[in-house]
């Protein structure tokens, strides 16, 4: 059995004539990645759909009894006709591509062999080009190397999801290739930024007067935002070592490291205990701050989170606004996984507040689905973050015709010569609208909370209540190994893949719904792969009750 997985090559052959040249047009290069992508699309698709999440299962100390389904067992043949969505899905016709029990193998060389067969290097740089065949049909193998992030069992970390609208937005980009950082090379491409930028500040409550910046992601997007906070708090550098950032226990692990990427190593770093819903707790950030302030240090910034990584909590913003407020302190709010739920109705009120914060991180390729590489900053007091970048343009820039007038985004960020982002995040929104996003992210929502409540009524297993998302549950009064041994049971045949995380020094297994193509009856399936785990743990009877 070949461990090939093949894409339907026959469109882009044609085209081959359209890509040969460096002087090929846009146009025709537009039109080959709009056949491109349907093919690619139909064949992912069909790998989320049919195929396991490509998740490599750890091994355990007792290898030999897991059976592990390798993604790159599978010849996948994927052409319009092979792809079938929508609810019927489960049910698989005669021309799909079946998976069954001769495709797994089992044993413990599948289980540290790792992800697909990984049997050659990618094809080499040559003096001289090969054919577009050649070269797609190499490319196709990362399709077996790759954990799928937009399978609908994928529900681990935050899943990235791309769609084909921002493909093509990023096709095009490519293609005209504008400098979009100022407007004397493309008052459009800057425009279109622009748009993006006030558009989600007005959905957090932010005034025009905001502005902003399309990032690589939330990192970079809280790195800009930190900038502008140490300029505007902390002007001078010999009060580094005594400035301090206040986070939660639950604050992603990225924000403390831009310190170091700002210059600050030596400052201080305090992280505030999280209450009994996983929020930062109020009193105490108060109270690590008054001592601070006691002792000669220079509390500096506070970082609330809308949606922790871990959990899917959120922080009480209004009163940490009260608190930074106070104390002169800059606010940074970290919507980087949570903040696009504020489109929907239900969700709304857990941003009240996020309106005050100085600065937000959010990143459209979380909750808007763009490809990876789409943060997103927002500095409430736009000229603040103008302030923090402005610099003296190279003379070899003397002669561009700029208005002073103009706020050009290459003067709101460290960065020059970006990727044009803008059409990955804006083509999906102008060809879907709006409410296709709240829709799915509502669904989410929702699927998380019944998750919740399927789980809560199963016994052995306690469960958190979910905020947002992501639900965090367990077997209470067993070792952590056997809540580890849950999760291998539940995700051994590859259908799904999810993680443990460690929250208040409680292990639990968490479960992130977050992927457009995870519905209801994936949540049953996983849901019926819990109960089934449990029965053949064959656990005694235990007292217990619900968290959260
Ligand atoms: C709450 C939160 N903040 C920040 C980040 C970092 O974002 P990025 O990976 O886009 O840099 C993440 C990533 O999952 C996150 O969940």
Redesign the pocket.
């Known amino acids: 059995m070949s461990s090939e997985v093949v894409f339907n090559l026959e469109y882009l052959t044609r085209l081959e004539e359209s890509a040969r040249t460096l002087e090929s047009t846009p146009q025709q290069r537009s039109e080959m990645m709009f056949k491109a992508q349907r093919e690619v699309d139909a064949y992912l698709e069909q790998l989320s759909l049919d195929h396991p999440t490509g998740w490599v299962i750890p091994p355990k100390e007792t290898q030999g009894q897991d059976k592990l389904v390798q993604p790159g067992q599978y010849q996948v043949q994927s052409g319009p006709n092979q792809v079938q969505s929508g609810p019927d899905r489960a049910q698989s016709g005669p021309d799909r591509v079946q998976s069954g029990p001769d495709q797994v193998q089992s044993g413990p060389d599948q289980v540290q062999s790792g992800r697909g067969p990984h049997e050659t290097e990618p094809l080499p740089i040559q003096e001289n080009g090969v054919s577009i065949d050649e070269v797609l049909r190499d490319f196709s193998r990362i399709g077996n190397e790759m954990e799928r992030e937009g399978h609908p069992g994928h529900m681990a970390?935050?899943p990235g999801n791309s769609t084909a609208p921002a493909a093509i937005g990023d096709f095009l980009a490519a293609s005209f290739n504008p400098y979009s950082l100022n407007v004397a090379s493309c008052r459009r491409a800057v425009k279109m930024q622009q748009m993006i930028v006030q558009w989600v500040g007005r959905l957090f409550g932010y005034p025009s007067a905001c502005a902003g910046n399309l990032t690589s992601?939330?990192?970079?997007a809280?790195m800009v935002a930190m900038t502008t906070a140490r300029d505007h708090k902390v002007p001078r550098s010999k009060d580094y070592s005594r400035s301090v950032l206040y986070l939660s226990e639950l604050t992603?692990d990225?924000v403390a490291k831009c310190l170091s990427t700002l210059g600050m190593r030596e400052a201080v770093v305090r992280k505030v205990p999280v209450d009994d819903k996983y929020r930062m707790d109020v009193n105490i950030l108060r109270k690590f701050i008054e001592n601070d302030v006691q002792n000669n240090l220079l509390p500096f910034l506070v970082v609330a989170?809308t949606?922790?990584?871990d959990v899917g909590s959120v922080d009480p913003v209004p009163a940490i606004r009260a608190v930074a407020t106070q104390y002169n302190m800059w606010l940074h709010v970290?919507a980087?996984?949570g903040g696009f739920f504020v489109l929907c109705n239900s969700a709304k009120h857990l941003f009240e507040g996020v309106e005050t914060a100085d600065s937000i991180?959010v990143?459209p390729?979380?909750g808007l689905y763009a490809p990876f590489g789409t943060?997103l900053v927002l500095v409430r007091n736009g000229t603040l973050l103008r302030n923090s970048n402005t610099r003296q343009h190279g003379n070899y820039m003397q002669d561009q015709l700029t208005n002073p007038e103009d706020w050009n985004p290459e003067d709101l960020t460290f960065e020059q010569s970006a990727h044009f982002r803008a059409p990955r995040v804006l083509l999906p929104l102008q060809l879907y609208g709006v409410a296709t996003f709240r829709d799915a992210l509502q669904e989410k929502l929702e699927l998380a909370k019944y998750l919740y409540l399927r789980l809560k009524g199963q016994a052995h297993i306690q469960v958190v209540e979910p905020v947002l998302s992501t639900v965090l549950f367990r077997i209470p009064g067993v070792s952590d190994n056997t809540n580890r041994a849950l999760l291998r049971e539940i995700t051994t045949d590859g259908r799904f893949f999810i993680t443990t995380t460690t929250v208040k020094g409680v292990l639990y297994l968490r479960v992130i719904i977050f992927c457009y193509r995870t519905h209801r009856q994936d949540v049953d399936v996983f849901i019926n792969k819990v109960k089934d785990a449990v029965v053949k743990m064959e656990l005694p009877e235990v007292e217990f009750c619900h968290a959260g």
């Open positions: 970390y935050v992601g939330g990192t970079v809280t992603h990225g989170t949606g922790t990584t970290d980087c996984y991180a990143d390729h979380k943060g």
